[in-house]
C-alpha cells in the first residue's frame, strides 16, 4: 500500500519569501501525484498533479512541483508567497488497484505567511 | 460545469443517532469516493463507489456505510454516532484526469 510523508507539520515564512513544502511518497511502478490546499473550512482544492509526461507542474498561481523518481519525492515550491497563500496543503498519491482506487494523504503541512 | 456539491454543510447529531450525507458529482464522473477528515487522523478513505458498485473500502467499522446511485449520486450513512465520528466529511468525484473534492460536510456529534 502506498503512504505519503509530509516532512514539516508547520512552515512559517516572510512574505515575498520562498518556500518549499516536502512530501516523499512510497516507491511504486507508476504513481499519480497530487497537492491539494486547503482554506479552514473548506474542502480541498487541487493545486495540481503528476500523472506522467513533464517532471515539472506548474499551477496557475505559481506554485510548481517536481516529480522525482529516485527520491520519490514531489516537493512543492513557491518563488514568492503572499499573505493569501496561508493554508493547509496535503500531498497525496492515487493508490490504484485491484479493487479501486483511493487518494493516500499526508498529514498536511500548514503554511503561515508573515507580513 | 458544476462542481461536486455536498449537503448539508452543517449537521448537529446526538450520540446513538443516525445520519445520511449526499453528494453529487461532476456529470459525467462515475466514480464517487469518501473522507473522513480528523485532527487526529487527518485524510482517511472511507470507500469508493462506481456504477453503484462499492469497489474500494476503507478501515472503518460496520457502522458506516454508502452506495451511489444510477445518476451517480451517493450518500453515505452513519448509524449509532459516536462523539468520534465528529468530523469533516469529503467526498470526491473522480475521473482519469483526477479527483474534485466538495466544500464537505462538518458533522458534529454531541
Known amino acids: 500500500a502506498q503512504s505519503v510523508t509530509q516532512l514539516d507539520s508547520q512552515v512559517p515564512v516572510f512574505e515575498e519569501a520562498p518556500v518549499e513544502l516536502r512530501c516523499n511518497y512510497s516507491s511504486s511502478v507508476s504513481v499519480y501525484l497530487f497537492w491539494y490546499v486547503q482554506y479552514p473550512n473548506q474542502g480541498l482544492q487541487l493545486l495540481l498533479k503528476?500523472?506522467?509526461?513533464?517532471?515539472l507542474v506548474e499551477s496557475i498561481n505559481g506554485f510548481e512541483a517536481e516529480f522525482n523518481k529516485s527520491q520519490t519525492s514531489f516537493h512543492l515550491r513557491k518563488p514568492s508567497v503572499h499573505i493569501s497563500d496561508t493554508a493547509e496543503y496535503f500531498c497525496?498519491?492515487?493508490?490504484?488497484?485491484?479493487?479501486?482506487?483511493?487518494?493516500?494523504f499526508g498529514a498536511g503541512t500548514i503554511l503561515r505567511v508573515k507580513s | 460545469k458544476a462542481g461536486v456539491t455536498q449537503t448539508p454543510r452543517y449537521l448537529i447529531k446526538t450520540r446513538g443517532q443516525q445520519v445520511t450525507l449526499s453528494c453529487s458529482p461532476i456529470s459525467g464522473h462515475r466514480s464517487v469516493s469518501w473522507y473522513q477528515q480528523t485532527p487526529g487522523q487527518g485524510l482517511q478513505f472511507l470507500f469508493e463507489?462506481?456504477?453503484?458498485?462499492?469497489?474500494n473500502k476503507g478501515n472503518f467499522p460496520g457502522r458506516f456505510s454508502g452506495r451511489q446511485f444510477s445518476n451517480s449520486r451517493s450518500e453515505m450513512n452513519v448509524s449509532t454516532l459516536e462523539l468520534g465520528d465528529s468530523a469533516l466529511y469529503l467526498c470526491?468525484?473522480?475521473?482519469?484526469?483526477?479527483?474534485?473534492f466538495g466544500s464537505g460536510t462538518r458533522l458534529t456529534v454531541v
Open positions: 470526491a468525484s473522480s475521473s482519469i484526469y483526477g479527483y474534485t
Open positions: 503528476y500523472l506522467s509526461g513533464s517532471t
Open positions: 497525496a498519491v492515487s493508490d490504484q488497484g485491484e479493487y479501486g482506487n483511493k487518494l493516500v
Open positions: 463507489y462506481f456504477s453503484e458498485t462499492q469497489r
